[in-house]
């Protein structure tokens, strides 16, 4: 039988009819009012170029739409839809209209209209520039630099896209708002918050602005700009206003974003890289140079040395490497970032250099490891670069695993980091190799194995997880380890594949769980009084495996609850319902949690659960405690006060006569009462919203690195 042709033409005109009858239509009900326009955007969307004779007629209705308030987010969204059509729509005609509307929203407290907004008037921008004039673009860039903040990132990245945009059609725009808008992306590079699309929409921004050489706005000027806060020298060029604020006010994370837009710059004028390069190692060498100045210098030399070789200016690593022995803690960490940075721009010149200082250098060991591990960082993500690292695989493996059994438990982390990323490149060869570890007669060795795994998985499809399907059972046996520390780690290792990609465990869950849950109980013989002057301090040794025990129950309840017997996982929450300050705020947690997944099971437990919660909530601290400890208690008062909240939200529960008991005494105390009365009122807007939103997204709320 032949290929069956099909074609939408016919149904055309009787789909478009009965879409037009609804949006016309002005005495429906509100749902259906915003489907119908929902409906007719997809239908012009997909089927507009057999309605051209049609436009006139519906889409003044949409520009109506839009001047509604109550329809007026719906229409943004369907013009939208229309917008970015590959059949081009003409809709033209509209936009006069439409752009002044769109600005206008741009200053609603509407959260949702705001994002829709700026992705509409992008889709324009980008799609219709014919019919764009001067006055549009004011209209529209006079309403962006107030978006410009860390107090809505994925605000932030909208405008800046939308900024890029216009520079592509309308570079004059720009120039005519820099005044008003540069400051305000200044102090979001500056913002301790920026990241992810948001930083990368900021770098994007100023590597296409210094491209376009408008007057008081090339690449002089930005750098200026961006290095007014660290530099000094008064005002800027090019944002004006009053002399910045000390340097030292600045976070770590402002010197990264400012390195990354530096290097974007210097990116996008080739010519700038080697003076630019220069300057910064003239900085780095200057023994007068703050801090600040060394830490920015170095973080731009590794930024740029990236994706640039610069072993053509002069012995920039011998530069980098002198700086390891500053007293400053940020600036010795920025230079050893910058070393396995620039080591990455040219691995075959510089690789071998940091190895070599590795075996040779114990005193800048840990940060020449540190080193190491950004120039693998910088070549697994990618097939092409893997390519370049494997042939050197072999002789890092060595050098790595000559540090498997360090004593400093700093060091042993950032091998085990190193070496995992490093099997990410070579899992064939690898993988096995660090398994053949989990034999080893050092419990260093065999922690710094399974650490290592932990950097092997990610929540993203890997080459190497059909791998670890086969081999990670023997990894995870550790958690029944002899050595404490090991059993530690096994079970930070646990938890990342629970939360991460939980399929690699569901299947060994059987065997790993009496482990797991052994850890959860509190063991007399890790306990031991220690001696500090006239005083004698308890110390539990197994307070963090605990903890880690807890975690990893938290996670399994998310990813894995339907391979657990529930009664049995609350038999051991109702034991940490006794413990410790840490692990008592773990379970309330997980109460709170199960309340909402598993309500009738813990419905059936609640009278082994009252007890626990009431002595907290009704406990108080030694009156000769520190103000610490009084914080503690109350913290821990408020934890089982919402654990509390969270029972009476259970179907039924008001039928436990001990839980109605429990909370009239509650209420009886006036202290208590009016807490409870607060928390119950914060619960019952907050908690459903979690629960769904954690349900649907898989989200774990804990540390699962």
């Known amino acids: 039988m032949g290929p069956v042709n099909l074609t939408s033409i016919p149904y055309v005109q009787p789909i478009y009819s009965s879409a037009l009858k609804r949006l016309r239509a002005a005495d429906i009900d509100q749902e259906v009012k915003e489907r119908a326009i929902t409906c007719m955007g997809q239908v012009i969307a997909s089927m507009g170029d057999a309605l051209e004779a049609e436009l006139s007629e519906c889409l003044p209705i949409f520009v109506d739409r839009l001047r509604n308030e109550i329809t007026r987010l719906t229409a943004v969204r369907a013009v939208t839809l229309v917008a970015r059509s590959p059949l081009k729509i003409d ?16 200053r609603k407290n509407h959260r949702d209209l705001k994002l829709a907004s700026l992705n509409c008037l992008n889709a324009f921008f980008q799609n219709y520039t014919s019919a764009m004039n001067e006055a549009l673009y004011k209209t529209v860039m006079d309403e962006l630099a107030v978006l410009i903040s860390d107090g809505d990132l994925h605000i932030s990245q909208l405008v800046l896209t939308l900024l890029g945009t216009v520079m592509n059609i309308s570079p004059s725009s720009i120039r005519e708002i820099h005044e008003a808008i540069l ?52 005002r800027s060029a090019v944002s004006g206003g009053a002399a910045p604020p000390p340097p030292s006010t600045l976070h770590r994370q402002a010197y990264r974003s400012l390195s990354m837009c530096i290097a974007a710059i210097c990116e996008s004028c080739p010519a700038q890289i080697i003076p630019t390069v220069q300057r910064f190692i003239s900085d780095v060498k200057n023994p007068s140079s703050p801090d600040s100045v060394k830490m920015l210098s170095l973080l731009c030399l590794g930024e740029i040395g990236k994706s640039n070789d610069l072993s053509t200016i002069g012995k920039v690593h011998l530069e980098i490497l002198n700086v390891f022995g500053s007293q400053s803690e940020d600036v010795r960490s920025a230079a050893s970032y910058a070393l396995g940075s620039v080591s990455a721009g040219n691995l075959q010149t510089y690789l071998p250099f940091i190895l070599s200082e590795i075996q040779s250098n114990q005193k800048r060991q840990y940060l020449l490891l540190h080193s190491l591990k950004e120039v693998i960082t910088c070549h697994y993500i990618s097939p092409e670069a893997i390519a370049t690292l494997k042939p050197l695989v072999p002789h890092i493996w060595d050098v790595l695993f000559t540090h498997f059994e360090s004593v400093e438990e700093g060091t042993r982390n950032v091998v085990a980091e190193c070496v995992g990323k490093l099997t990410l490149v070579d899992p064939h060869t690898l993988l096995g190799k660090l398994q053949a570890n989990l034999k080893s007669p050092s419990a260093y060795v065999r922690g710094t194995a399974v650490t290592a795994l932990k950097y092997t998985i990610s929540d993203q499809p890997q080459p190497i997880d059909s791998l670890l399907h086969e081999c990670i059972a023997d990894f995870l046996s550790t958690i029944g380890d002899p050595d404490l520390n090991v059993r530690r780690v096994a079970l930070v290792a646990f938890n990342s594949a629970a939360h991460n990609k939980p399929s690699l465990i569901r299947d060994l869950l059987s065997s790993i769980l009496p482990n797991l849950y052994q850890e959860t109980k509190v063991r007399k013989e890790l306990i031991r009084e220690v001696e500090m002057g006239p005083f004698k301090h308890t110390v539990d040794d197994g307070l963090d495996l605990r903890k880690a025990a807890f975690e990893c129950m938290y996670t399994l309840m998310e990813t894995c609850l339907e391979q657990l017997d529930v009664f049995q996982f609350l038999s051991h929450i109702e034991d940490g319902l006794k413990d410790h300050y840490d692990i008592r705020m773990l379970t309330f947690l997980l109460l709170v949690r199960l309340s909402h997944l598993r309500p009738a099971a813990l419905l059936q437990r609640i009278e082994k659960l009252i007890e626990p919660l009431r002595s907290t909530i009704q406990g108080k601290a030694k009156a000769n405690s520190v103000k610490q400890e009084f914080e503690k208690q109350d913290e821990l008062k408020r934890s089982a006060m919402r654990a509390v909240a969270a029972l009476l939200t259970i179907p039924e529960s008001d039928k436990s006569p001990q839980l109605t008991e429990f909370v009239a005494q509650i209420k009886a105390n006036a202290d208590t009462a009016q807490l409870f009365e607060s928390i119950q009122a914060d619960s019952s807007s907050i908690l459903p919203a979690a629960a769904s939103s954690t349900s649907k997204s898989g989200v774990e709320p804990m540390d699962s690195s």
Do not use: W
């Open 183 to 234: 400051p305000n992306i200044h102090s979001l590079v500056l913002s301790s918050l920026l990241q992810g699309s948001a930083m990368t929409a900021c770098l994007s921004f100023f590597a296409k602005l210094v491209t376009l050489q408008l007057p008081g706005l090339g690449f002089d000027e930005i750098f200026a700009l961006l290095t007014s806060r660290v530099y000094g020298g008064g």
């Open 91 to 106: 809709i033209n005609f509209i936009l006069p209209d439409c752009v002044p509307l769109l600005a206008g929203y741009l």
